[in-house]
Nanobody, 124 residues
């Protein structure tokens, strides 16, 4: 069992930055690939970024490439999402998730554990 707790969301103006953190319980954090998803009102949950469990390989959805960076610190059982040059369309609830799949899965059903989400609001 893995419990995930996100933090770092908030209200920011367009062009600003936020850093989301996701703290994981348990001693097997390094055994899981990690992902960030987001869900805007009235929309489906969508993939944002993923980082592999072993080598820290990363993958991003096209809309955030060059602006967002996912990273992990296995010693602190934490995954991060640094978000720069934020746009109003980035407004959503952001969720971190843990997966036992190898590689960089991008579909929600491929993830085993989810956090409760943190709200990010970008004003224009």
């Amino acid at each position: 069992q893995v419990q995930l707790i996100e933090s770092g969301g908030g209200l920011v103006q367009a062009g600003g930055s936020l850093r989301l953190s996701c703290a994981a319980s348990g001693r097997t954090f390094s055994s899981y690939g990690m992902g960030w998803f987001r869900q805007a009102p009235g929309k489906e949950r969508e993939f944002v970024a993923a980082i592999s469990k072993r080598f820290g390989t990363t993958y991003y959805t096209d809309s955030v490439k060059g602006r967002f960076t996912i990273s992990r610190d296995n010693a602190k059982n934490t995954v991060y999402l640094q978000m720069n040059s934020l746009k109003p369309e980035d407004t959503a609830v952001y969720y971190c998730a843990a997966t036992g799949y190898s590689g960089l899965p991008q579909r929600p059903p491929q993830y085993d554990y989810w956090g409760q989400g943190t709200q990010v609001t970008v004003s224009s």
